[in-house]
């Protein structure tokens, strides 16, 4: 007699390959993991269950997709959830656009899941075998107390543990990051040498701001297969973003990486574990663990084929707090794929921020001309 | 070299041949029709500019339905412009002159007006204002609303009026008037506009009124500031326990007229609605305002969002449903949403798409630490008997405009505490 405890629909849901062509099979484990993980935590969380009460929703008779309820990825800088939880692990986001900054508290269920989603999405990416990275960033010190530096390490703590061997190749010299050559030019040597392609990683600005501005020049220098993954956006280098297809012409001129290996990843703080790769100048891919749907900012609803609106970004991975359904505040849109679904979209960024208010503008406190 | 466009001087549109400095000193020089103009000129002339508008032949009637600029047609009635003549240039000292010192009003000289982006129509009510004053004007338009203004303007430029013996021309009145775009960016054009003023109108939110102000101006220029203001509604308990239901409705349509005026984004605009009782005793009263709400909203259909402002409700609505004592009524999409709160007064910051923030206070003394330091209109809704004394309450705290409930969007005498057309004159006095 077979003993064996049925799996949770979640970890069905996360034994699929990443890039599994979605279908109606895989909508139905999509579904079931997102019911299965909602109702855990509309038990575990009485704000949240208020809210699915308040508007009426009944998980369990959800049928379709598009039906999931949704809110703001900003509810996490407001609310703290996961209070009851047996934490394992908090996150906090950069908070860039606002002093106020998500808290997320993981449990080791999330956390695993994170970890296995990440690692599978990665192995797709990057190959089954362990890779040396080459991490365009500051090695942090044991006891350092450079916030910036520890949140920023923390963040693609999970990248890294990917990693076969880990090089930082940034230096610091009061207070600013510069490339250290000679390093990068010894390791670059001696991974040629031993035709042992690594991957280069790092934040989007600092590979903007390490490679691109450094002046360095690595053709010829690179073993072939060598991969680049950068993440996070232009968030911090607002002012000097480059558009993507020219980015990636300018990483190509330095490093001679061609777009197959060239990996933009998409991801945030309160759905961690779920990322977004777009593979050269190719739109987003969704992992058949998650789906995105493009909302209209007038009515919310499914905005058209091809049509720009706000993102809502669908996956059951979190258990100890409620964000498995999460409006974000990018614009993007997505185009239908073959198969009738939309597994690919593109980011545009924040909305303009600059709308002319005119007189109905607010006032700081204590504001003088 | 400015960069700054041309749309319209004198007449008709004319191309940005001519640099900015160049049109600004050939103003300067210029002699402006209009300073033989008698006040009864300018009154039968917008008269017929208002009648014309929405006649059958009006080549603008479909410009003003579409950008909701109706309020000008009244606005440019005769009993209107006397009015505000009367009210902004019966200058005190003019009532009391004796015969041997005589007190007149002569145009300062230049007015530059910096029209804000969010309810154009009010910037062109201050180029007429301009106009009444017998200034020559430069009227830096926003970009979304230069093409709006140069049809207006170039249908005002036609139009003929016979006023007795007097020939009064469209062409004479705009003769002055310059009209540019500038982009914000374009500092030296900029600068140009407000060095060459006399008097600086600056309509805007804070990063305009404060790139206005910065910028250099001649010593003696007089400045209007029309910055960022907050507006909201007043109601007490006894407004609404004695009302009938059409009553109470005509009222709860006259909260909603006012939310949804210019798209919520004028200062004048309502966010907030402040109940003053006990919750319960407003609930009937509620009903009424989700009803109307919801018709305003009908009648609104197919407006847009901004993004920002859909996500900043999104994220407001949620915070209302989980919060104690909170709760949210909202229409389809983003069309309104009313975020109640019973226990704690208070006037948010806008959030937009026609988002009103109910919330009660128990007595009126509590409005004090709640209300703004830019506050501008109150909607006022009370008993008859009441009204002088919480007006009076209202303007000890700042407030600048008390007006009935479904009013608060109509551009009237004082505005932002100013006479405008009382500044944009000097006055000047004869001992003889």
Not at chain 1, 154 to 177: N, P
Not at chain 1, 355 to 366: E, H, M, V
Not at chain 2, 397 to 423: A, C, F, H, K, N
Request: proline residues 5%; contains cysteine; aromatic residues 8%.
């Amino acid at each position: 007699m077979d003993t064996a405890k049925p799996l949770n629909p979640v970890d069905n849901l996360l034994n699929l390959a990443p890039f599994t062509q979605p279908s109606e099979d895989t909508d139905v484990l999509f579904i079931d993991a997102m019911k299965a993980s909602i109702e855990y935590c509309a038990e575990m969380e009485p704000l949240f269950d208020r809210w699915l009460k308040a508007r009426s929703i009944n998980i369990s008779q959800i049928k379709r997709i598009v039906d999931f309820p949704y809110f703001p990825s900003s509810i996490f800088k407001h609310v703290q959830f996961g209070e009851t939880a047996a934490v394992a692990r908090t996150l906090q986001s950069s908070g860039t656009t606002s002093q106020l900054k998500s808290i997320i508290r993981l449990d080791s269920t999330t956390s695993r899941r994170q970890t296995k989603v990440l690692t599978k999405i990665l192995s797709a990416l990057l190959g089954k075998s362990r890779r040396p990275f080459l991490i365009l960033d500051v090695e942090p010190k044991t006891n350092t107390n450079d916030h910036t530096l520890s949140a920023r390490i923390a963040g693609m703590s999970g990248y890294l543990m990917a990693a076969k061997s880990r090089i930082f190749v940034g230096s610091e010299t009061d207070g600013a990051i510069t490339l250290n050559r000679e390093l990068l030019t010894a390791v670059c040597e001696k991974l040629y040498a031993e035709n042992n392609p690594p991957v280069i990683i790092g934040y989007t600005y600092m590979v903007f701001h390490l490679l691109l501005e450094s002046g360095i020049n690595l053709r010829g220098m690179l073993p072939a297969g060598t991969s680049l993954l950068h993440f996070g956006g232009w968030k911090k280098l607002k002012d000097r973003r480059v558009p993507k297809r020219e980015f990636n012409n300018r990483i190509y001129d330095v490093t001679g990486i061609p777009l197959s290996e060239l990996f933009d990843v998409y991801g945030f703080t309160e759905q961690l574990g779920a990322v977004y790769p777009s593979v050269g100048n190719s739109p987003a891919k969704v992992p058949v663990y998650s789906r995105v749907i493009v909302r209209d900012p007038t009515t919310l609803r499914p905005a058209l084929d091809g049509e720009t609106g706000l993102l809502q970004f669908l996956c059951p991975i979190p258990n100890s707090y409620p964000g498995q359904s999460l409006l974000n505040d990018d614009l993007g849109s997505s185009s239908q794929s073959d198969n009738g679904y939309y597994n690919e979209f593109n980011i545009w960024g924040r909305p303009d921020n600059a709308i002319a208010r005119g007189c109905g503008d607010t006032l700081p406190k204590g504001f003088y001309l | 070299m400015s960069e700054a466009i041309q749309l319209f001087a004198g007449s008709r549109i004319k191309t940005s041949g001519v640099g900015l400095n160049a049109q600004l000193t050939a103003l300067v020089a210029a002699t402006n029709p209009i300073e033989t103009w008698e006040n009864e000129d300018f009154v039968a002339f917008f008269d017929a500019v208002s009648s014309q508008m929405i006649s059958a032949k009006s080549p603008v009637a479909g410009l003003i339905q579409e950008h909701d600029l109706g309020f000008i047609v009244a606005w440019l009635k005769k009993s209107s412009i006397q009015k505000m003549l009367a009210i902004q240039l019966e200058h005190p000292l003019q009532i009391q002159a004796r015969k041997e010192r005589m007190t007149f009003h002569r145009p300062r000289g230049i007015a530059v007006h910096w029209i804000a982006g969010n309810v154009p129509v009010l910037g062109l009510l201050s180029l007429i204002q301009g106009l009444l004053s017998r200034n020559k004007n430069v009227v830096k338009a926003p970009k979304s609303f230069g093409d709006v203004l140069v049809c207006l303007l170039n249908f005002i430029a036609d139009v003929r009026v016979q006023n007795g013996e007097k020939t009064l021309l469209g062409s004479d009145l705009l003769g002055c008037l310059l009209t540019v775009y500038a982009d914000r960016s374009d500092i030296e054009s900029q600068t140009l506009l407000s060095q060459a003023a006399d008097v600086r109108i600056a309509w805007g939110g804070l990063e305009a009124v404060k790139t206005i102000a910065a910028l250099p101006r001649k010593v003696n220029c007089r400045d209007i500031v029309f910055g960022p203001k907050v507006s909201f509604i007043l109601m007490t308990e006894d407004a609404v326990t004695k009302l009938s239901v059409k009553e109470a409705f005509t009222l709860a349509e006259g909260i909603a007229k006012d939310t949804f005026a210019f798209g919520q984004a004028g200062c004048n605009a309502p966010h907030n609605l402040i109940l003053h009782g006990s919750p319960s005793s407003f609930e009937p009263f509620l009903e009424y305002l989700k009803v109307a709400m919801r018709s305003e909203a009908k009648r609104n259909k197919g407006v847009s969002y901004n993004p920002i402002d859909s996500y900043n409700v999104q994220e407001r609505r949620f915070l209302y449903h989980v919060g104690g004592g909170k709760s949210v009524v909202e229409g389809d999409g983003f069309s309104y949403t009313l975020f109640v709160d019973r226990d704690h007064a208070d006037i948010h910051d806008p959030i937009y798409c026609h988002s009103l923030f109910i919330s009660y206070v128990d007595d009126l003394n509590q409005l004090a630490s709640v209300i703004p330091e830019n506050p501008q209109t109150v909607g006022l809704a009370c008993s008859e008997d009441r009204r002088c004394e919480i007006a009076e309450m209202l303007f000890n705290l700042g407030v600048l405009r008390v007006t009935q409930v479904g009013r608060m969007s109509l551009y009237t005498q004082p505005w932002d505490g100013y006479l405008p057309i009382q500044e944009m004159v000097k006055w000047v006095s004869l001992e003889t």
